[in-house]
């Protein structure tokens, strides 16, 4: 898959696509060392090129090699190879949390859950209960209407709705717990307290960091044997602190200068699942998620085209390689990339990306190409 974006400057731009037959880049020579590239990175002892991991090391030293021997120089901050770039891994509850009923106190992990998206320090207020916390007056049912002001208190939530059976129920869309977070969130409560329904079913919430979780101020929970309508009314307290896994991933920036007034960006992320990090799709024991081609094929092409571009006269730009770290824990290289450029974005004319273009499709023997639309100068001349 390729990837373009980022227009200026159209009618200078050579792209790069068509001129891969000038490039020659798939003669025999290069088809080995494409091979010798996707082997090194996709190897077991790279454990699958997690951000921030000995393996995402073990890759970035591999392409800067590969850099340094196509005749590029560092373009990263401060002029190095590598831009870092700091981002959290996983967020969970310590084991010095504390948490009292009615002055009982009560276990971590074996009474109560504490949710990712929790926020910590130390808390108190009178529990609510406020019934499954769906508020949808639309569909004629507010557990909040007659709640009164919830500000500084601990609302007490059950999971599921009045049709928890019923997938296609009208109560479906406010049955998620982030939906019931954020509706709670709104109210001013100063925490919330889950609990399954009476007689339910239901095993204990599947409460895994994301990225994508956004973080509240308030302590969130889930009892494991709370009774909802008897927390009514009592004293919740306790004292939530986290363990905030902060790791550092690593961009690789390099650059072909050829004095040229514009610059065209290749890039490709360097990346992958780690041992079956967040977004991989496998179930089971950690395994090492090899990323063959996704992405040591975009990575191979991006290190060939070092070498290939070096070869040529093709000096009316510069360009600089981008590998890119962080891509599958949700584009965090590219996007600090983007925030704390180390080139001038100014004169950059276009930006082509390679994301797993190791494999064709054979029946239709064609090259899926994104992105084509952010400018009609790609239309125009994939076209041809
Ligand atoms: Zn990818």
Redesign the pocket.
Known sequence: ?LYICGMKHIRFIILLVLVFPALNIFAQARLDRFKTHIKFLADDKLRGRDTGSEGEEMAAAYIIEEFKAARLQAAGPDGQWRQPFEFVASRRAGDDCALNIAGKSLKLNTDYLVFPETGDGAFSGDAVFVGYGIQAPHIGHDDYKSAGDLKGKIVVIERGSPESDNPHSKYAEFAPLAVKIETAVKQGVAGIVFVNPNKSELDEPKLSFSRRLSRESIPILWLREGKAAALNGKVISGNLRLQIDRRTGHNVVAKMDHGAPYTIVIGA?FD?LGMGTEGSLYRGEPAVHN?AD??AS?TAMLIELAHSLNDQPYKRFNYVFIAFSG??RGLLGSNYFCKNPSIDLDKVSCMINF??VGRLDKTKNTLGINGVGTSPFWKESLAK
Request: aromatic share 0%; glycine share 18%; net charge negative.
């Open positions: 898959m992320h992958h990323g996704d992405n975009g891509e599958e994301d797993m």
